[in-house]
């Protein structure tokens, strides 16, 4: 099982920029390949998919709603995920949560999106103010 703690969340202004981190443990680069995502879940409504990387083949993707403001990236050296998040607006607040699976078909198609990793962090609160 892979070990996830997020960082970086808190209080920003609308078009603010945050950097939240996923330091992972229990998993060894490339050994199985993982996909790793972000989610974001505000209460009331359904978690959503923000942003996928595999680790095989350095392939990302994002979610429209996020695509061009948010970068999914990975240092496999200081074992850490990243999700850079500019030009933030109050639809962003949320819990984030990272996410982790040995699954390749959910990071070479869109299932990602479903939700379906086995390990997840226990969240991190962005709060987006105008």
């Known amino acids: 099982r892979v070990h996830l703690v997020e960082f970086g969340g808190g209080p920003v202004l609308s078009g603010g920029s945050l950097r939240l981190s996923c330091e992972f443990s229990?998993?060894?680069?490339?050994?199985?390949?993982?996909?790793m995502a972000w989610f974001r879940q505000v209460v009331g409504k359904e978690r959503e998919g923000v942003a996928a990387?595999?680790?095989?083949?350095?392939?990302?993707d994002h979610a429209a709603s996020v695509r061009g403001r948010f970068t999914i990236s990975q240092d496999n050296a200081k074992s850490t995920l990243y999700l850079q998040m500019n030009s933030l607006t109050p639809n962003d607040t949320g819990v984030y949560y990272c996410?982790?699976?040995?699954?390749?078909?959910?990071?070479?198609?869109?299932?990602?999106?479903?939700?379906?990793?086995?390990?997840w962090g226990q969240g991190t609160q962005v709060t987006v103010s105008s």
């Open positions: 990387s595999y680790d095989a083949d350095a392939t990302t």
């Open positions: 229990g998993y060894s680069y490339g050994n199985p390949p993982m996909c």
């Open positions: 996410a982790a699976d040995s699954n390749p078909r959910l990071c070479q198609s869109d299932a990602w999106r479903t939700g379906g990793f086995e390990d």
